[in-house]
């Protein structure tokens, strides 16, 4: 496929080469596009002529720019269709079979009407691997039905378990549902590009939904439900298999963390909060043990946790092997010292915000990292006669046309 050419003494990009075209809004599935595209793989954003995706209008903004949308499309190409339109619709076939991989969002209903479904794609487009994200996934009766992360959350488990004792589920402040599936997203589209060219198969479609993924990682709890017939109830910030564990509140109005996750963190802070006596008593080097007796334990830790500064805390139970950590806001977050130097946020220069720093891409690769080049185009289409241009032989009088009769 034709990405761009590699600049003179510039080590390549893994997906450098990898056409992605994301006729996809909103959030999972331009998620999973940026992950792609920050490991360099050309990603041609498809928005609506005029409005352009909705992700524009999300959230807080500066100079009138939403923030949401500036950090959630970095990295990518923006071009116009009015994919309601036959001519739009035939266009989008067009860029597709210039390109590795198709990300949709699409209601399946609305894919088959458009003849952009993967059926009708697969077709003509035998080597085109196809993502699809959507609320609830291909098969079953709930294919066709809208929905958004919230009923990911809701209906994967994660709400239930997450919350008080006796009081109600608790949904995430931020779009979690949706990250976990663009993550999930991501990983399929180049399982499925390497069984196309390392295997020498075709392409095939990636079926993502905003259950699966984030139900996956709560997998253990369902486990227990298939083996014992019950689930665990909302224990707040606990859990049984960790103790202690949950957020202590310091003297200076700050949090902490800990975690006892494994035997000798544990008993070195029962040790640090003056606990000798349990941290040396064999019995509370079982997890078991320490569960039955989490009230008391938990009840120590506060104590001794709330007669220091978070910075005194932190320090003397880090110093005692202890798993702690600072409950950062943002400000700390960005001004942590070890992922400074991990280079965890970069700085890119954007023509409307100036200077702008971003979390990096993640994971960190040692030969060939990702990197945040761009954030999202202002204008809705700024690339769109360049890209018809150069993917499609496009000259200034076919793309003229295609806007004056608002298919672009």
């Not at 993502?131 to 039905?145: C, E, K, V, W």
């Not at 006892?260 to 000798?276: I, N, Q």
Request: charged share 20%.
């Amino acid at each position: 496929m034709s990405g761009a050419a590699t600049p003179a003494g510039r080590r390549p990009a893994p997906l450098e080469g990898v056409v992605v075209v994301e006729a996809a809004t909103l959030g999972a599935a331009p998620l999973a596009g940026t992950f792609l595209a920050e490991f360099g793989a050309r990603v041609i954003k498809v928005e609506a002529p005029g409005t352009g995706d909705e992700t524009r209008k999300w959230g807080k903004k500066r100079n009138g720019i939403g923030l949401a949308w500036k950090n959630l499309n970095r990295n990518k190409h923006s071009i116009t269709i009015d994919l309601r339109r036959s001519e739009g619709q035939e266009l989008l076939r067009a860029l597709a079979a210039r390109a590795d991989v198709l990300i949709q969002n699409q209601r399946p209903s609305t894919l088959e009407r458009w003849g952009l479904d993967y059926t009708t794609l697969h077709q003509l487009l035998p080597q085109l691997v196809v993502l699809h994200i959507t609320a609830f996934g291909r098969g079953g009766p709930s294919s066709d039905r809208r929905g958004f992360g919230t009923l990911g959350e809701a209906m994967s488990g994660f709400a239930h378990m997450t919350g008080e004792p006796g009081q109600p589920p608790t949904l995430p402040p931020f779009p979690l549902a949706d990250g976990v599936a663009a993550l999930a997203a991501a990983y399929g589209v180049m399982v499925a590009i390497h069984h196309r060219d390392q295997r020498r198969g075709g392409g095939q479609y990636v079926d993502v939904n905003l259950i699966d993924p984030i139900a996956r990682l709560c997998d253990g709890n369902a486990f227990e439900y298939d083996q014992l017939g019950f689930g665990p109830p909302r224990f707040g910030n606990r859990w049984t298999l960790s103790v202690p564990r949950n957020v202590y509140a310091t003297r200076d109005g700050r949090w902490l963390a800990l975690s006892g996750s494994a035997t000798t963190p544990a008993l070195a802070a029962l040790a640090a909060v003056g606990r000798k006596d349990w941290a040396e008593d064999p019995r509370f080097a079982s997890s078991e043990f320490r569960a039955s007796h989490a009230d008391e334990i938990d009840a120590a830790v506060a104590e001794w946790v709330a007669a220091r500064d978070q910075a005194d805390a932190y320090e003397l139970l880090q110093e005692a092997g202890a798993a702690v950590a600072p409950i950062y806001d943002y400000e700390q977050l960005r001004h942590d010292e070890h992922l400074r130097q991990r280079g965890s946020f970069v700085s890119v220069e954007d023509p409307t915000l100036g200077t702008a720093t971003v979390q990096g891409p993640v994971p960190h690769l040692s030969e060939t990292p990702g990197a945040v080049h761009t954030l999202g185009a202002t204008e809705p289409g700024a690339d769109t006669r360049a890209v018809l241009a150069e993917l499609l032989g496009f000259d200034d009088t076919t793309i003229d046309d295609l806007a004056a009769h608002g298919v672009i």
